[in-house]
């Protein structure tokens, strides 16, 4: 297994704003690269990669991305305020700066106190046992299982009622996957859970010996994916005991 990279919500929230602040000023305005006088708008488009019918999305996803890390920091950092009202400053920048403005008046808000606090933050929440940090290439293997998965269910004798909440479950794993990817938010816990929970409100309308090949793989797919969660990671007896193999797990 390839070493893991940190991907986490504040990760992911500073270093696009390391990315802002590292835009230069040129008098009262800014620069990137060599352009002069860059809007928020261009300014963010070009950090991020974007076009522009995409930013409004991503600068939602941002929104979110805050959101996350206030309530890591409320659940795990004593004497929480004083950060959660510096992360209220950012959301109020990102909320009411015009995206046509300067993109020095996004940066005036950057201040070395927020900056500072965003560190603080990321150093504390780095020692949280519960912020699961999952491998590239364990991502790589759900992936090519979903496909392999679709491609079984197309073939068994599962009932189609089934096979469309199964491949509405396998949507939301890959849904997580790029939530993960793109913003460091790990979701896996709650969609492995409504998995587990769609096989086993449908389990009596599965046949286990005409769908031995499915299940098999079903089983290889859950035991992978289990380890993107809490549970996996504390190998708890009470999800080990009914998780053990789909196969009796249905039974």
Excluded at 24 to 41: A, D, F, L, P, R
Aim: aromatic share 8%.
């Amino acid at each position: 297994m390839e070493a893991t990279k940190r991907n986490t919500p504040i990760d992911n929230l500073n270093e696009f704003l390391d990315s802002v602040r590292g835009i230069k000023k040129t008098g009262s305005v800014s620069v990137i690269s060599s352009e002069v006088g860059i809007s928020i708008e261009k300014a963010f488009c070009d950090i991020l990669k974007i076009d522009k019918k995409e930013l409004y999305s991503v600068l939602s996803g941002y929104l979110q991305l805050i959101t996350v890390i206030k309530n890591q920091i409320k659940v795990n950092i004593k004497n929480h305020d004083k950060y959660v009202s510096q992360l209220d400053v950012l959301e109020r920048a990102f909320v009411s700066v015009g995206l046509d403005r300067d993109v020095s008046v996004f940066q005036s808000y950057l201040t070395e106190k927020l900056i500072t606090t965003l560190d603080i933050c990321a150093d504390n929440l780095d020692g949280i046992d519960d912020l699961i940090i999952v491998p590239e290439d364990v991502l790589d293997k759900i992936e090519n299982q979903i496909s392999e998965l679709i491609k079984l269910l197309e073939d068994s004798q599962i009932p189609q009622k089934v096979s469309k909440v199964l491949l509405h479950k396998l949507d939301e794993v890959e849904h997580a996957i790029k939530q993960y990817r793109r913003w460091g938010i790990n979701e896996f816990e709650q969609v492995y859970d409504s998995f587990l929970g769609g096989l086993y409100k449908h389990r009596q309308d599965i046949n286990a010996e005409e769908n031995k090949s499915f299940l098999e793989k079903l089983n290889s797919f859950m035991g992978v994916f289990r380890t993107t969660t809490q549970t996996g990671k504390d190998i708890l007896d009470t999800s080990k005991g009914i998780t053990d193999t789909v196969i009796s797990f249905l039974e």
